[in-house]
């Protein structure tokens, strides 16, 4: 049972360059989440996705969009990457985004993307 | 979503109850109080959660006082694998606006051999 599963788990990029974070979870979960997490900083909602076919912005939306290719799949993408993207990225899952009570809410996170922009 | 209050870090020995504490005096009636734990290097790890009563899970217990201000996460038999940051998050359940998680600082539990 893998769970949330992301792709790359390194990446060096260097300033302009584009690429996209993938995220897959096997749960069946309706809802997805990307966040950044910086030193010594708790984590920042970029995107999420409440169901497949919707996404909506986080505390942190620019310079980042996002696809919710399937229920599964959440990706997450840098059109231009700068050095204040470097950060390290989770993505996560929940059953439901708020409705259904306590257990549906609860979050399951990836290992991570640790993303350095030059 | 209540504001939460934990001690920067504790200490414990390998093998013994690790009980950390954490203060949300400003609860409301409808929030619920989740805990996580991030290892170094690792994604957030869900652990336990609870709305008034004491909880137990294969992970941990959690107790929640009578007027639900504070609340004890507890590893009853402390391995050198729990050394963690350990988040406290108090957060309404089944409605409004509570899809971020909001992680303070937490408390960075540190289990010596």
């Known amino acids: 049972n893998a769970g949330v599963t992301q792709t790359p788990k390194f990446q060096v990029l260097k300033t302009g360059q584009s690429m996209t974070l993938q995220c897959a979870q096997d749960?069946?979960?309706?809802?997805m989440y990307w966040y950044r997490q910086d030193p010594g900083m708790g984590l920042r909602l970029i995107y999420y996705?409440?169901?497949?076919?919707?996404?909506d912005k986080g505390e942190v939306p620019n310079g980042y969009n996002v696809s919710r290719l399937n229920k599964r799949e959440f990706s997450l993408r840098l059109e231009s990457a700068a050095p204040s993207q470097t950060s390290v990225y989770f993505c996560?899952?929940?059953?439901?985004?708020?409705?259904?009570?306590?257990?549906?809410?609860?979050?399951?996170f990836g290992a991570g993307t640790r993303l350095s922009v030059l | 979503d209540a504001k939460t209050t934990q001690p920067p870090s504790m200490d414990c020995a390998e093998g013994r109850a690790a009980n950390l504490p954490c203060n949300h005096s400003?609860?409301?009636?409808?929030?619920?109080v989740y805990w996580y734990r991030q290892i170094h290097s690792q994604g957030p790890q869900y652990i336990i959660h609870?709305?008034?009563n004491n909880e137990t899970n294969e992970m941990a217990s959690l107790i929640i006082t009578e007027d639900r201000k504070s609340s004890t996460l507890i590893l009853p038999h402390a391995t050198l694998r729990d050394t963690a940051v350990y988040y406290c998050?108090?957060?309404?359940?089944?409605?409004?606006?509570?899809?971020?998680?909001?992680f303070g600082k937490g408390t960075l539990l540190t289990v010596n051999p």
């Open positions: 996560a899952s929940s059953e439901a985004l708020w409705a259904g009570g306590p257990a549906k809410n609860i979050q399951y």
């Open positions: 609870g709305l008034k």
């Open positions: 749960m069946n979960h309706n809802s």
């Open positions: 996705s409440a169901s497949e076919g919707t996404t």
């Open positions: 400003t609860i409301s009636g409808n929030e619920y």
């Open positions: 998050i108090v957060r309404v359940a089944g409605g409004g606006s509570n899809y971020k998680l909001t």
